[in-house]
């Protein structure tokens, strides 16, 4: 991509020991969740232990990259001035597949605003930020992965 | 809230300072102003206050506000749940006291957010400056704190059927009662057609769907049964107080975008005060949006999950309806300078007390407070009411 999504003073995650394995998968173009190694239960974001077991025992589980929309919102107001000209834009909640429920926030891109419902299926598309960070947003899934299982 | 008799916890004043626009004050003489005036309800002084609970958003906030009130106190607390941070205040002054710990607590509120940021449209911006963790991941995408309620409400209308105009309800609702509000910042009477017409912020909210922004500050005096009854004014008593969590900052980690911490602090709080909602008579709930409005409404069993739309419909929320609500306008119309749950107490009282002028609500003997913090992560119920429990 050689424009950038959103202009490069948006802020830029800062890795923790939870959630460094996350972005380093995410810098390969994976997305992944964490899950329990005890009771595999899957949260996210990613954190210290499980909220149903608490074990601190975690692994990465490679998903897809597909999922539904659970929610949305069309920003139309920015309150950071130079994303105003990218306005208006999709915010969505993605319901990953395969992950046990987890949801993810991020942008829907390459799709009309009006376009956009409950339920949609969606897949990831990759920006890369630089040579350790890529950032996951979505689009419309094509149709063949439509009603893929989760 | 169950003390032994004389040191049940009473809420002996109230008071707002000026809003909604203090260009000429700072953020503590803000404070110092609702401050002074609810002393000034409670036939205190200064003199008289031995704690203090107030918050902000900086470290040591409390102890800032003491040295420029000049107190000394020796009870302190200065818990942030956000927007429901002076709900839980009040309930732990109410621990306090009846716990014997301090006998006159000031508990006070001031912002000049309004001055400060100079627009007058949401609660607040969305990027820039996250520390590392979590809540980053919700910081990426260039959503909004509109936008974050957005989505709790977009969700909502996908599960139970709620119309833009049932939310438009809850704003044409506030801007009635801020009609009999001198201080209100908007008066004028609006439509549910006025608010739909608006222009979106974060679909499907709307403009006239998102609370003012404003300059102000409220405050009040919690002490004993035993004390207040040497003081002007009837206690109104702290019947039952509850507060819940579910996540922090980051919608990816709510559970439920359409159940709030108001379902686990709602019933607790009206256990405590041996209440159901339907012995309620007048309800002050937060309002930074109309969604959440129709949440609380739901989450604290004043109808079925999925029916807070219906709720508020045709005058739900109004005088005569099932459930008067925010008769001061709420933070919809007259007054939401970032924390607002302190002007949802002094409200409540004012009630309470028969104070509340053009919208009195007849009879009322129970009243509920309820704050909502962050996005949508905390409820903080209280129950108060004008006889002893």
């Known amino acids: ?150 | 809230m169950s003390a032994r008799r004389g040191r049940r916890a009473v809420i002996a004043g109230v008071a707002t300072s000026d809003y909604p626009h203090l260009p000429h004050l700072s953020e503590h003489a803000v404070h110092g102003q609702a401050a002074d005036r609810a002393l000034a309800d409670a036939g205190l002084t200064f003199a008289d206050v031995d704690g203090l609970a107030t918050t902000g958003f900086f470290p040591m906030y409390a102890t800032g506000v003491a040295e420029y009130l000049g107190l000394h106190p020796i009870y302190l607390d200065e818990t942030n749940t956000g927007g429901s941070s002076f709900e839980v205040l009040v309930e732990h002054a109410a621990y306090a006291v009846e716990a014997g710990a301090v006998d006159v607590v000031l508990v006070t509120y001031g912002s000049v957010q309004l001055s400060q940021m100079g627009r007058r449209l949401g609660t607040g911006g969305g990027g820039g400056g996250f520390a590392p963790g979590p809540a980053i991941y919700d910081a990426l995408w260039g959503n909004t704190l509109v936008g974050n309620y957005a989505l709790a409400a977009r969700r909502h209308m996908h599960e139970f059927g709620t119309t833009p105009e049932q939310l438009a309800a809850v704003a044409v609702s506030m801007r009635r009662h801020a009609a009999h509000n001198p201080q209100a910042q908007e008066r004028e009477p609006i439509t549910v057609d006025d608010v739909v017409s608006s222009r979106l912020v974060a679909d499907p909210l709307h403009k006239l769907d998102c609370c003012v922004i404003s300059d102000g500050g409220a405050a009040c005096i919690v002490t004993t049964e035993e004390r207040a009854a040497d003081l002007p004014r009837a206690p109104v008593y702290v019947l039952g107080a509850a507060h819940a969590t579910t996540h922090h900052l980051n919608m990816s980690a709510m559970p439920s975008l359409t159940l709030t911490p108001a379902a686990q602090s709602g019933p607790a709080a009206f256990a405590r005060a041996g209440i159901t909602p339907q012995d309620v008579d007048v309800a002050q709930l937060y309002d930074s949006f109309t969604i959440t409005v129709v949440l609380t409404v739901e989450d604290l069993g004043f109808c079925a999950k999925g029916e807070g739309g219906a709720f508020v419909e045709d005058g739900g929320l109004e005088l005569g309806g099932r459930l008067p609500t925010n008769t001061d306008g709420g933070g919809l119309s007259a007054c939401h300078p970032g924390m607002r749950g302190m002007f949802l107490i002094v409200e409540a009282v004012r009630q309470l007390r028969g104070e509340g002028g053009a919208t009195q609500v007849p009879n009322a003997a129970i009243a509920v407070a309820h704050g909502t913090g962050g996005m949508l992560s905390t409820g903080a119920t209280l129950v108060l009411g004008k006889e002893a429990p």
């Not at chain 1, 005890?38 to 232990?49: S, V």
């Not at chain 1, 897809?64 to 919102?73: D, L």
């Open chain 1, 1 to 150: 991509m050689t424009e950038r999504w959103f202009p490069d003073e948006m802020p830029m995650p800062a890795a923790s020991a939870e959630t460094m394995g996350w972005w380093e998968a995410a810098a390969e173009h994976r997305l992944v969740v964490q899950r329990c190694a005890q009771c595999g239960t899957t949260r996210h974001p990613p954190g210290p232990l499980c909220p149903h077991c608490r074990s601190s025992a975690s692994q990465w589980r490679q998903l897809p990259g597909t999922g539904r929309v659970y929610t949305f919102t069309v920003v139309r107001q920015a309150f950071i001035p130079s994303l105003s000209d990218r306005l208006p834009y999709v915010v969505a909640a993605v319901e990953l597949d395969d992950s046990a429920g987890a949801r993810l926030v991020s942008n829907l891109v390459d799709v009309d605003p009006a376009e956009v419902t409950l339920d949609m299926a969606v897949e990831v598309v990759w920006e890369d930020m630089g040579p350790e960070l890529a950032l996951p947003r979505f689009r419309p899934a094509p149709a063949t992965t439509q009603g893929r299982g989760r």
